[in-house]
């Protein structure tokens, strides 16, 4: 599949990119916000595509004009405010979500976040208050996603490292846990959660552990 990779030049987003590349199956389109950032994908032979966020859907929509599946890994980072957490983690994947629909793409993975999806739990854990709007829009934007009828996979990862990848993981719709997983199995999970069918239309927490990820994957229950 040709992918549409949204924070292409995040952290996730180029390993992510690189992953893709390596595949047999898929091609990847990065997208990205500034024209600076386009030449180093090119160099590394990769298709580009110019749009911001903060643009408007049919922005997004061209850039996905080639597209047969989008990966969303954008995120306004910890040091920005809270109105970018609002444009760029919520407005931004819900845009992002409207532009596949009028691109005439199905299949969506979302990069979200482990807690997440407690948000609306009462009481709420008091770490979920004090980390902001982060939690909010990333559940908000994430059921926005499953109630849009695309074919989607919401990822939600612990906290993240840059350790070298373990390649083994622990994944359910829900972990009573918290904990580390590395950008690269994060990576490793968009990409082979693509074309897995047993991903389609699921959730799921993920940390690392002692589970193979293709097995980690092809024993999802929902
Ligand atoms: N950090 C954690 O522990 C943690 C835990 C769970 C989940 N996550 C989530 O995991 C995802 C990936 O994390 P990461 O470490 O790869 O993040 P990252 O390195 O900050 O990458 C985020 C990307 O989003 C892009 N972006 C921001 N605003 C944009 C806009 N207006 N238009 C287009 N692109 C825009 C950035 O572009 P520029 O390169 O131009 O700035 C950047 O490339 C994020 O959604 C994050 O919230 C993080």
């Known amino acids: 599949m040709n992918v549409l990779v949204i924070g292409a030049n995040g952290n996730v987003g180029k390993l992510i990119v690189n992953k893709l590349q390596e595949s047999e199956n898929h091609t990847p389109i990065a997208m990205v916000r500034k024209e600076e950032q386009l030449a180093n994908f090119k160099e590394q032979g990769v298709q580009t595509a110019l749009a911001d966020l903060e643009g408007t859907i049919d922005d997004i929509a061209q850039a996905a004009k080639n597209a047969e599946a989008i990966v969303f890994t954008a995120g306004s980072g910890g040091n920005t ?17 409207e532009a596949a629909k009028e691109a005439g793409i199905d ?8 807690g997440s999806q407690q948000w609306l739990e009462n009481p709420r854990p008091d770490w979920l208050e004090e980390l902001g709007p982060y939690y909010p829009a990333k559940f908000y ?19 993240l490292s840059d350790d070298n990848a373990k390649g083994k993981v622990k994944l359910a719709k829900t972990l009573v846990e918290s904990g580390n997983i590395t950008r690269s199995d994060v990576a490793q999970i968009v990409v082979d959660s693509l ?10 927490d993920v940390i690392n552990g002692d589970t193979e ?3 980690a994957l092809d024993e999802i229950e929902q």
Do not use: C, H
């Not at 299949?107 to 482990?114: H, K, P």
């Not at 849009?148 to 990862?157: D, K």
């Not at 074309?195 to 799921?204: C, G, Q, S």
């Open 81 to 97: 405010g809270a109105d970018k957490t609002m444009f760029i983690d919520l407005d931004g994947a819900v845009k992002a979500v």
């Open 107 to 114: 299949r969506f993975v979302i990069v979200s976040a482990l």
């Open 141 to 159: 934007a994430d059921q926005w996603l499953k109630n849009s009828g695309l074919n989607y996979t919401i990822v939600r990862p612990g906290l």
């Open 195 to 204: 074309d897995n069918e047993n991903t389609y239309k699921k959730e799921f």
């Open 213 to 215: 990820i293709e097995k």
